[in-house]
């Protein structure tokens, strides 16, 4: 028996933004599945991936995920209320344990895989499926770890910041989206987070907005340092 055989259709997926909904095969997280999220704004895309749900419902979970804040969280329309952090070692054992303890009780989990993790990712994806739990894995993901679909990053770049002056409106970053559940790859511009905060799509792709400057490599876009409350 199959997931799809037991939920019907219209449940079968969470709702994303429609910025990112068009990058999806099915408009949606579907249950059971695992979102590898990597690049400088990897922790923001996932912010954004699960705010639609959560806004809608549905709990979240961030298990060993500590240079999180609530500032960001609820700057990307998460409400603070559907959203639980789990401290765990970073041992592969106790993180497995209380990923796979989280998902008796959460819709999504946010997480990053420690080293080693590969060795117990089975059992977990296997839990995921079973409880129809989508799991975002953030960071560098582990060679033994399939992910159904795979955001990337790149390209971010904050706009509001002139020439010595200006205070941060919001980040642009080219994301791509592929893996083995994705047909073809897609590519979008988003911003992460918008000027009145959460994702949105930036049009057209590739469009030059005065007073963006690049992320510096482990600045303001780095995963563990959020700049102003910010996620990386």
Request: glycine content about 14%; charged content about 20%; proline content about 9%.
């Amino acid at each position: 028996m199959t997931l799809a055989s037991i939920v019907p259709t219209r449940d079968r997926c969470f709702p994303v933004d429609e910025a990112v909904s068009t990058m999806l095969p099915d408009a949606g997280l579907v249950r059971g599945r695992v979102v590898g999220c990597t690049g400088p704004a990897a922790m923001s895309l996932s912010l954004g991936l699960a705010a639609r749900a959560t806004a809608t419902g549905s709990w979240l979970a961030a298990v060993g995920v500590p240079m999180l804040g609530a500032e960001a969280v609820a700057e990307f329309g998460i409400p603070l209320s559907r959203l639980v952090a789990i401290e765990t070692d970073r041992g592969p054992s106790a993180w497995a344990e209380r990923v796979g303890a989280a998902a008796d009780g959460f819709d999504l989990i946010l997480t990053r895989p420690p080293s080693g993790a590969e060795r117990v990712v089975r059992k977990i994806k296997q839990r995921m499926q079973a409880r129809g739990v989508v799991l975002f894995a953030v960071g560098p993901t582990s060679p033994g770890i399939s992910c159904d679909v795979e955001f990337t990053t790149v390209s971010v770049e904050w706009a509001g910041l002139g020439e010595g002056h200006g205070s941060l409106l919001g980040r642009r970053a080219v994301v791509r989206a592929g893996g083995r559940r994705v047909p073809r790859p897609v590519e979008r511009e988003l911003w992460l987070p918008g000027p009145a905060g959460g994702v949105a799509a930036v049009e057209p792709l590739g469009e030059q907005h005065d007073g963006c400057v690049p992320a510096e490599p482990g600045g303001p876009a780095g995963i563990d340092r959020p700049v102003l409350g910010r996620a990386g």
